[in-house]
Structure formats: C-alpha cells, structure tokens
C-alpha cells in the first residue's frame, strides 16, 4: 500500500505562486509516474500535471503549460507542483496520485491511477 499526503495549499492571490508537495510512504514510489489532479466544486476532476518514474518525461494541461512545474525527488520519495500566475478559475482541491502507467494519453487519465492523496484545498482570490 502506498499513502499519499498533499501539502503546500492555501489562499494565493491572482498572479501569486503555491508549491505544492506530495509525500508518500508505506513503499518507494521510485518506480511510478506521478499525476497532479484538481476538482473545483461542481467540476469532473481534471488533469492537471504528469511526470515519469525517472522524472524524464513531464506533460502537463494546456491550461498550465508554462506556469506550472512538476518535479521529483526521489530521494525524499516527494514529488512537488510548482504553480505561478495563479488564476481565480484554479481554485479546487489538487490531488497527488501514483500511477504504473508511462504515456501522456494513459497518465492523462484518472482511472489509470492506484493511488491517492486526501487532497490540499488552493484558493486563489481575485
């Protein structure tokens, strides 16, 4: 069992910057790819971010390209969303989850993925 916990949320304003983090443990997630999802209230959950096992391979939403940053450390058995320029529109729960699968159409799925963190709650003011 891997145990995924988010943290780094908050209240940003437009135009601000967040660092999301995503600890896991019980296991080495060393082999996994990592996903970043949001879900504002009302919404499907959406892709946001996605990195390789190796940290070689990043896709990301076209919404974020350029503004966002997936990274790992897997030393630490960490992954991090770095988020700048901050818009309104992203507030929403960001979710951390483990994946087996390596290529942007399946990582871009949510179902392909094993595990999940609680979630960190952004909110980004106007």
């Known amino acids: 069992q891997v145990q995924l916990v988010e943290s780094g949320g908050g209240l940003a304003q437009a135009g601000g910057s967040l660092r999301l983090s995503c600890a896991a443990s019980?296991?080495?997630?060393?082999?996994?790819?990592i996903g970043w999802f949001r879900q504002a209230p009302g919404k499907e959950r959406e892709f946001v971010a996605a990195?390789?096992?190796?940290?070689?391979?990043?896709y990301y939403a076209d919404s974020v390209k350029g503004r966002f940053t997936i990274s790992r450390d897997n030393a630490k058995n960490t992954n991090y969303l770095q988020m700048n320029s901050l818009k309104p529109e992203e507030t929403a729960v960001y979710y951390c989850?483990?994946?087996?699968?390596?290529?942007?159409?399946?990582?871009?799925?949510?179902?392909?993925?094993?595990?999940w963190g609680q979630g960190t709650q952004v909110t980004v003011s106007s």
């Open positions: 989850a483990v994946t087996r699968f390596t290529t942007i159409g399946t990582m871009r799925d949510a179902g392909r993925y094993a595990y």
């Open positions: 990195i390789s096992w190796n940290g070689g391979s990043t």
């Open positions: 019980g296991r080495t997630v060393n082999d996994y790819g």
